[in-house]
């Protein structure tokens, strides 16, 4: 399968992906999605990614359960085994992995099964929304161009 | 466009309630933000489960003690239940959240409507204008196909007619070669 002209790495902006070691406390990894504003964190073994966990995950593993953050480890709560997508994955791709699993997040791996991104359901939304704004241009910029001069040979402006 | 989707029923929890009845009711409905209410049941804030780990888990504050008001966002982020799509949509915008509780006259919640549902409406919206479209190019294919079979007949007639002035057939010859012609070309096909 050839590379698509629009592979899905290109879609997200570049950033960091956050990680935590499954062994840290949710404490921890609360901490890390504060510091780092996110939503969810990839769960590392050393240096495989192994799980993700999502604020979700801590709110309810922890406070819905009355268990205490600091002694809970993330590895309990994290979500696995990891469904991860090729950063030269098409957008399509991408939808019918979220659709399949009914999630909303995926890790992106390069050709060694390394972590180099994350991609959202909604970064997905927001490219597609684009492409329809950009649609809507093309509209606006062709009655544009039909609205011929007064002067024209053809029809003396008469249409 | 007027927002008129009956809305899901908001979930909701007192301000005064301890953390983890807040999580336990997020658990039990499989919702992440709850509305939250004061003691006359009305929309007094939102607190969502990003909320308990920012606010509550990672500042090591201890949860058994702490209330759901210790940690939500106040005052609510509100809409009526009559405002069009472009308010709310603008709303959600301009204040950056996904959800807002739908209240009444009283600040009571009634409801609540989240960005991913108005999305749906406007992909659902899109997709039925495209319908037309979609149907108008099968006429046009079909209108194709039509004009080529037209052609083909046309051509064999044309060459039905070329030998009869060649050879001396009958006229009931000429007919039946001619439906044989036709048929050959449309069978190539």
């Known amino acids: 399968m050839s590379t698509p002209a629009d592979p899905v790495a290109k879609l997200v902006p570049a950033r960091p992906v956050e990680t935590v070691e499954g062994t840290a406390s949710a404490a921890d990894a609360a901490r890390r999605m504060a510091r780092g504003h996110v939503g969810s964190l990839v769960v590392l073994e050393g240096e495989r990614p192994v799980g993700i966990v999502t604020d979700r995950d801590l709110a309810l593993g922890v406070l819905a359960h009355g268990l205490c ?14 469904i991860t997508l090729p950063e030269s994955a098409s957008l399509e791709e991408a939808t019918r992995l979220l659709r399949k699993h009914g999630i909303l997040r995926l890790p992106l791996v390069d050709d060694e099964g390394r972590l180099v991104g994350l991609i959202s ?22 009655w544009q161009n039909e609205a011929l001069p007064p002067e024209c040979p053809s029809c003396f402006g008469k249409e | 466009m007027r927002w008129t989707k009956k809305s899901i029923e908001p979930v909701t929890i007192a301000a005064e309630a301890p953390l983890r009845a807040a999580a336990e009711r997020m658990e039990d409905k499989a919702v992440g933000s709850l509305v939250v209410v004061d003691g006359e049941g009305r929309a007094a804030g939102v607190v969502t489960d990003r909320d308990l780990v920012v606010r509550a888990l990672a500042e090591a ?76 190019q099968r006429r046009i294919a079909r209108r194709q196909e039509l004009d080529e079979l037209a052609q083909e007949a046309d051509q064999a007639l044309d060459a039905i007619y070329e030998r009869m002035r060649k050879v001396n057939w009958t006229a009931r010859e000429a007919f039946l070669r001619g439906i044989d012609e036709l048929r050959a070309r449309l069978g190539r096909r």
């Open chain 1, 69 to 82: 953050a600091e002694r809970v480890p993330v590895a309990e709560l994290m979500q696995s085994p990891l």
């Open chain 2, 61 to 136: 504050r201890d949860a058994d003690e702490l209330r759901v008001a210790d940690v939500m966002s106040a005052p609510a982020i509100v809409a009526r239940p009559d405002e069009d799509v472009d308010a709310l949509l603008e709303r959600m915008w301009r204040r950056g959240v996904r959800r807002l509780p739908l209240v009444d006259d009283d600040g009571v919640p009634v409801g609540v409507v989240s960005l991913d549902e108005l999305v749906e409406h406007l992909v659902l919206e899109l997709s039925d204008l495209t319908r037309p479209l979609r149907a108008r």
């Open chain 1, 121 to 142: 359901a909604d970064d997905l939304q927001i490219a597609l929304a684009l492409r329809l704004f950009t649609a809507s241009k093309a509209i606006r910029t062709e």
